[in-house]
């Protein structure tokens, strides 16, 4: 089992509210309320949702299906064929509008690599195409002029300089005779497709104005390599070139392996998109004709698909928008079912804060067990088993309230664990050894001392736990010189009462830890512990903390020895169900023993069971009261209130509430 499971068997995780709004249009209000009142897990708050907010929802809306649609007909566009795809995880409706931005920023994303593909395609097909027309021009000028220096082609001398440019056919012959009017002469004319190559001769002098009609005739120029001698050569390494350029045109199969595995994302996208458009209709309708009906209110993190899936599928017309909001959320205790009940105790305290767990399966497992030490008595454990089922109910104005229920349900439940307990003394109405009965016990009632320091272990434990827990808690509020504060604590009850202890010479030979033990483990440990609890008290309450540290260590001791009250409340309980026992059997004895024969028998045995019944009557009363109010005081005092503030807000659903129990008062 890990720690964080560890941990839920002892704190739980409260179930924070999220905040959500619902828009919809006015006529489907009321229907809208009704369901959420159904559902009994909507806490409503004063909608903050302006018109303003409205118009920019639907905004932003619009924008996010514009971009979708953009990129869902960008993708379709480049699909090789029509295809049918299965999706395997349908979205639900209150998470559609959060799946389709992350869709939209994904597909954008691969929609521009599939773009940069496409340009560097398009730009290699269009040298390739070049190259290719260049090469058919050079294979010509071989054949007219043969194998020769690339000189021709392109020379750049002193007085004389000859370039090769291209240039579309159709504006061939007027640049023709524009450069001729300039004295150029025309070496070589291939035409290649629509472009005609040409290689031109001119004077240096006039070569200003040679580039001057080329541009405007929109020529290029065509750049010939540096490391090629002949034409030949120049021949080769176009070839080469263009072998290399139609190589990297593989780059294109990237553009469908991509689409391919956005396949799903694709369908996933139009799916949201055809739902979107009507949430976006339904904005725009509701805000063009004023009627928008506007619910905000807190629901439950564990019920929130719930709920939103519920609202969409009865309303349909609906827009869903998840809240950030800086208030604190209200809060619902989440337990298993056997500890439902037990957060009436923790309630009592208040609800989890923002840093705090819910302590009720701690609270429970210590309640009931300090209730069942305390009247742990079969005879008063049954009583209290049909007080509770037969009597309560005859005392509260609505028996079947949810407070009264959880009520009845501790009860039962320490009833039943006092009726262990019971089993373990030996005690029915009292201890049987009163009525000589002798009886195997694990717990001896009469044994004080055991069942004192029984009391002690039971707090000592229950108190460490509580700093430890608390020591946790700073921790993750990032407290860290309280944190400290609680581990000075910790580590002063672990070793500082045993090395005292020791130090005082109060342990008996038997139990006493050898020397080096307590001289090189506790006696460091205590030391260290009361430098961390001195510093850290220093560093949290300034000048103060030099002198209060000192209630850090004797505070935990006064904890401790408050829960002396568990062994003095349980043998409370069977000293006066002794003595009301030992005063039965006394009236039914002076009876006897006044009047003589069989009257003196049946009067005192039925005033001696009159005197039982009231007595024990009397004392159930108390001893289950008593049980109640010091477990209770036990744990909220003496052990939440190490850790637990309670400062959270309770979560208060609108909810159907039916009762047959109505009352009415003046």
């Known amino acids: 089992m890990g720690l964080s499971k560890l941990r839920t068997i002892i704190l739980s995780d409260p179930d924070r509210c999220v905040k959500v709004r619902f828009l919809t249009i006015d006529a489907l209000s009321d229907r809208l309320a ?84 496409e340009r560097r395609v398009q730009e290699l097909k269009s040298r390739i195409s070049k190259l290719k027309e260049l090469k058919l021009f050079i294979e010509k000028t071989l054949s007219i002029i043969g194998d020769t220096s690339i000189d021709i082609l392109e020379f750049n001398g002193k007085n004389i300089k000859s370039i090769t440019i ?36 001119f004077l240096s ?16 120029t065509i750049e010939l390599p540096k490391d090629v001698k002949t034409i030949s050569e120049l021949r080769e390494h176009i070839a080469k070139k263009v072998d290399l350029l139609e190589k990297e045109l593989s ?50 993190q564990s019920l929130y698909h719930e709920v939103v899936e519920r609202v969409h599928k009865e309303i349909g017309i609906v827009f869903v928008e998840s809240v950030v909001s800086d208030e604190e959320p209200p809060v619902t205790l989440k337990n298993p079912k056997p500890l439902k009940p037990f957060e009436i105790l923790t309630t ?50 609505n028996p079947e309230s949810e407070g009264f229920k959880k009520l009845q349900k501790i009860l039962y439940i320490v009833g039943f664990a006092s009726l262990v307990v019971g089993a373990m003394s030996g005690c029915v109405f009292g201890s049987l050894d ?23 272990i039971i707090g000592y434990i229950h108190v460490l736990i509580a700093h430890i827990i608390a020591l946790f808690k700073n921790l993750k509020m990032h407290s860290i010189w309280n944190a400290l504060n609680e581990l000075g604590i910790v580590l002063i009850m672990l070793f500082g009462g045993i090395y005292a202890l020791h130090v005082m010479n109060i342990l008996p030979p038997e139990n006493r830890l050898p020397d080096t033990v307590v001289n090189y483990i506790f006696a460091p440990m205590t030391y260290i512990a009361l430098i ?21 260590i004797t505070g935990p001791l006064g904890d401790v020895l408050s829960y002396v009250r568990i062994a003095g409340i349980a043998l409370a309980t069977v000293f006066l169900a002794n003595a009301f026992n030992t005063m039965a059997l006394m009236i039914e004895s002076s009876l006897v023993h006044s009047l003589g024969g069989a009257a003196g028998i049946i009067l005192g045995i039925l005033a001696s069971c009159v005197v039982l019944v009231m007595a024990h009557i009397f004392n159930l009363a108390m001893s289950s009261l008593g049980p109640f109010v010091h477990s209770l005081r036990l744990c909220l005092l003496e052990f939440a209130s190490k850790f637990y503030e309670g400062t959270g807000k309770e979560f208060r659903p609108v909810k159907v509430v039916l009762s047959r129990y109505v009352s009415l008062k003046k």
């Open 205 to 220: 002098r006039i070569e200003n104005g040679v580039r001057n009609i080329l541009k405007i005739f929109n020529c290029e």
């Open 166 to 201: 291209r240039v579309q056919r159709h504006n061939f012959p007027l640049l023709r005779n524009e450069l001729m009017k300039l004295g150029v002469e025309f070496v070589l004319n291939t035409e290649v497709g629509n472009h005609v190559y040409t290689t031109i001769m």
């Open 348 to 397: 009592l305290y208040g609800y989890p804060g923002k840093y705090e767990w819910d302590p009720t399966p701690i609270l429970a497992y210590s309640f009931i067990l300090f209730f069942a030490l305390m009247l742990g008595d079969i005879g008063y454990a049954i009583g209290l088993l049909l007080a509770t089922r037969f009597v309560l109910p005859k005392l509260v104005d």
């Open 34 to 117: 009704q369901i959420l009142q159904e559902l009994g897990a909507f806490e409503v708050s004063e909608p903050r949702l302006e018109i303003s907010r409205a118009k920019q929802l639907e905004k932003e809306l619009e924008d996010i299906i514009v971009k979708g649609e953009r990129i869902l007909l960008e993708f379709l566009r480049r699909l090789p064929r029509e295809q049918t795809i299965v999706l395997n995880n349908i979205p639900t409706p209150d998470k559609s509008l959060e799946i389709l931005k992350t869709l939209v920023y994904e597909l954008s994303r691969d929609l521009s690599i599939i773009e940069d593909i």
């Open 251 to 300: 780059i294109s199969q990237e553009v469908e392996k991509i689409i391919e595995k956005d396949l799903e994302k694709i369908a996933l996208l139009k799916i949201i998109l055809d739902n979107e458009r009507e949430r976006l209709k339904l904005l725009k309708k509701s805000l063009s004709t004023r009627y928008l009906a506007i619910v905000e209110g807190w629901v439950p």
């Open 434 to 456: 009163i009525w000589g009965f002798k009886v195997p016990k694990i717990i001896d009632v009469n044994d004080i001392g055991q069942l004192i320091v029984l009391s002690m």
């Open 532 to 552: 961390i609890i001195i510093i850290s008290k220093i560093k949290t309450w300034g000048g103060v903390g030099a002198v209060i540290w000192i209630f850090d």
